[in-house]
């Protein structure tokens, strides 16, 4: 192995040394040409320190490419070469010499062509076209979606008692998975009229709705925007679904697992929020005031910046290391709760119950006291006016 990084090294110094000496001799070739000395009078040294820069670029061009060096080394001048109106020189010519611009060149002159713009007008009306056919499609099978699903809940009302005191389970039962399987299927817009129409039915409200997501597994679905007022989530699976700006007004998660759920400026004012796992959730800028989240898990670190939590039941929460940085807690219960760690820079806590909560390493910067019972019982009034 040795021996041959040796002997390569030294033919690639070989090389250069061959390929350096041609564009020398091509260079002095040059100058003579241009300027009619004779190579007899002049060294091949005293020609490169003559010769102009072109003449040196273009030898080391000649040198460095086969078929550059093949049609210097036929016998023909170059001149007669780069110059010449011959047709077949001119073919030559355009391959060879123009070799590294023929692709750019050619490519451009292509693209600007007469031709390919004719043909560009049906390549670009069929792919329109297929497009259009598509978008169309699927707008289609949208609708249609919809429609039988309302199909559906209109045939289990009339014919099963869908709306009756005491429905048919099996009809109960039947609404409900025909809701998540329609959900599933239809885009986020007609999501909204979907729920929109169970909002004004009312098949979602009271203690035995019709309508209800309890144990129901929604995970990544997208539910922006929607009003789900007073819905039931109880016990379901809601791993990394969008609530994001959601209307979620006295809504049951009791139980539920909203892992990395986007509730980013959902409104969640009298939300049962209790014993909810809300890990690694996005709360920044949602309303809590009022909602219950005792016992709820906000493992990792879940942003809760700027947050509402006025009035909120946080009894026990175990906070992990939460973003509150700006959040509003005033007359929040935190009564044992576990904020180790977390962030409350800038945070209101007027009004809130600490009392029993560990505030271990909190960073407690900016933070505003008026009226606050502090763990130890003991009540703040720093900021009050």
Known sequence: MQKFKTWLAKRTEQRKTQQNDLANEIAHEL????TG???KDVSPEEAERLAALQDRQTGEKIAANPLRRIAWRSGKKLKAFTQSEDPLLKFIRFFVWEIPKWNVTALKLFVQSDMVKLLAVPVVAAIITTTTTISERQEREQVETFDEYLNQIDTLTFERGLLTDEPSPGAVVLARGRTIAALRKLDLKRRQELIAFIQASGLHKGDNAVISFEGANLQKLNLRKADLRDFNFEEAILLDINLAEARLWDANFH???LLRANLKGAELQGANLERTDLALANLEGADLSGANLERAHLGGIPNLKRAYLGGANLKGVYFGKANLEKASLSGANLEDADLDRVNLKGADLSGAN???????????KGVQY???????GNIRNDDCK
């Open 370 to 376: 008026c009226n606050t019972i502090m763990p130890d």
């Open 31 to 34: 100058w003579l040409e241009r």
């Open 255 to 257: 139980f539920s697992s």
């Open 37 to 39: 000395g004779k190579k």
């Open 354 to 364: 600490l009392e029993g909560a560990s505030l271990r390493e909190v960073n407690l």
